[in-house]
Nanobody, 119 residues
Framework: QIQLVESGGGAVQAGGSLRLSCVASGLSFGNYAMGWFRQAPGKEREFVTSSIWSGDNAVYADSVKGRFTISRDNAKNTVYLQMNSLKPEDTAVYYC????????????WGQGTQVTVSS
């Protein structure tokens, strides 16, 4: 079955950096767009970024533009989220998700990884 496994979360001070990884299995990685979402305590899950094939076609939420970068290694079935200049408001559980290209719904989700940014 399709599995997405995130790693790389942790605690960091404001201004710091983290890199999240998500390894996908059970799917033809190149046929899927990959996205990152996050959910802060008491808030709804929100879109962070997505990539169809490479980082060149990435889309970002306004709140992370210029600070976060999505990339993917299609040979390793892995998508990354490089997070720089982290702010306390970036604190959330971060989820990796996959959707088939040419569709709009993300059908497959990872278990999430916690990112905590202290001021």
């Amino acid at each position: 079955q399709i599995q997405l496994v995130e790693s790389g979360g942790g605690a960091v001070q404001a201004g710091g950096s983290l890199r999240l990884s998500c390894v996908a299995s059970g799917l033809s990685f190149g046929n899927y767009a990959m996205g990152w979402f996050r959910q802060a305590p008491g808030k709804e899950r929100e879109f962070v970024t997505s990539s169809i094939w490479s980082g060149d076609n990435a889309v970002y939420a306004d709140s992370v533009k210029g600070r976060f970068t999505i990339s993917r290694d299609n040979a390793k079935n892995t998508v990354y989220l490089q997070m720089n200049s982290l702010k306390p408001e970036d604190t959330a559980v971060y989820y990796c998700a996959a959707r088939k290209k040419m569709t709009t719904k993300y059908n497959f989700w990872g278990q999430g990884t916690q990112v905590t940014v202290s001021s």
